[in-house]
């Protein structure tokens, strides 16, 4: 249950940095992608199951783009 979806920084090599601005999109395999930043500028993207992506959405974490 995310309150809050988390990912891997690469620039500032973090683990589990809460994501802000999640926007969450299909991919063309039929996976889902939550894509955000760190809320310092730093962008980060995270794979995500259906159902978490999908509660993430329900829950208002993330906004939907498909």
Excluded: F, H
Excluded at 4 to 20: G, I, R, W
Excluded at 23 to 39: E, F, H, L, N, P
Excluded at 46 to 64: N, P, Q, R
């Amino acid at each position: 249950m995310p309150k809050m979806l988390t990912a891997y920084c690469m620039k500032t090599k973090e683990k589990n940095v809460p994501m802000q601005n999640a926007v969450i999109t299909k991919t063309s395999r039929g996976g889902y992608m939550a894509q955000g930043d760190d809320g310092k500028g730093n962008k980060m993207t995270t794979m995500l199951s259906e159902a978490t992506a999908l509660e993430a959405v329900k829950d208002g974490v993330a906004k939907k783009a498909w």
